[in-house]
């Protein structure tokens, strides 16, 4: 795609008949539009779609060309592994092409990334639910997307939150609230990749404190 894909996708883009994006889990720091500058019109696929209708993108891939667009790592998400295991079950045969992914553009912060242990997704805290267990994982490394609100998953109704996304202020706020050291340095990334990326290394306790231009963009 312009300006966000590899080579090798825009041109299996551009003989593909349809070409659906997934709109759910991550950020587009471009529009659709914008996007659709390879002369293909996108189809939007939203999480009810990918995961609950899935044979709806897969129902024509056997006899044309179908492309399942998404940020980041294209298996980096289990629902992805799904539509491949799905595919395969209908005698679909697939490639998957590799794209630029957080976990190596992060390398733009400075650090060597395969001495910085596990990767850690920091949960959002409720005022009733405060799950600590990812902070085991932080202490051990030493060296958030269109969700359903839980009366409408208890109700059953397919009703979903706007996207919405941690930013690195929140997640120091939870690790020092975890007793995390206060003097510990920290490397704070936002938009990585994007033309307006932040980068901030610093205490976790100066990250809190720390004024960012835009407080709620990840």
């Not at 990334?113 to 799950?131: A, N």
């Given at each position: ?109 400075g650090l060597q990334l395969y001495k910085c242990g596990e990767t850690i997704s920091i949960v959002f805290w409720t005022d009733t639910w405060r799950p600590e267990s990812f902070f085991d994982k932080v ?80």
């Amino acid at each position: 795609m312009p300006r966000t894909s590899t080579f090798k996708g825009l041109e299996a883009v551009k003989c593909c008949t349809q070409v659906y994006l997934e709109a759910y889990t991550l950020v587009l720091t471009v529009g659709k539009k914008t996007l659709e500058e390879h002369g293909r019109e996108l189809i939007l696929a939203d999480r009810e779609e990918v995961e609950q209708e899935a044979d709806n993108i897969l129902k024509d891939a056997d006899i044309n060309d179908v492309a399942f667009l998404m940020v980041d790592n294209p298996l980096g998400d289990t629902i992805h592994s799904d539509l491949i295991l799905g595919g395969t079950k209908l005698g679909i045969s697939y490639q998957v092409i590799q794209n630029a992914s957080i976990i190596n553009a992060v390398g733009c912060c400075g650090l060597q990334l395969y001495k910085c242990g596990e990767t850690i997704s920091i949960v959002f805290w409720t005022d009733t639910w405060r799950p600590e267990s990812f902070f085991d994982k932080v202490k051990k490394n030493r060296l958030n997307i269109k969700e359903q609100s839980l009366e409408n998953l208890i109700k059953r109704r397919k009703t979903y939150e706007p996207s919405w996304y941690m930013n690195e202020i929140q997640a120091a706020q939870q690790l020092l609230e975890n007793r995390y050291s206060t003097r510990r340095h920290c490397v704070g990334l936002a938009r990585v990749g994007d033309k307006d990326q932040k980068i901030a290394a610093n205490s976790c306790s100066k990250h809190v404190q720390w004024i960012w231009e835009d407080r709620h963009t990840p």
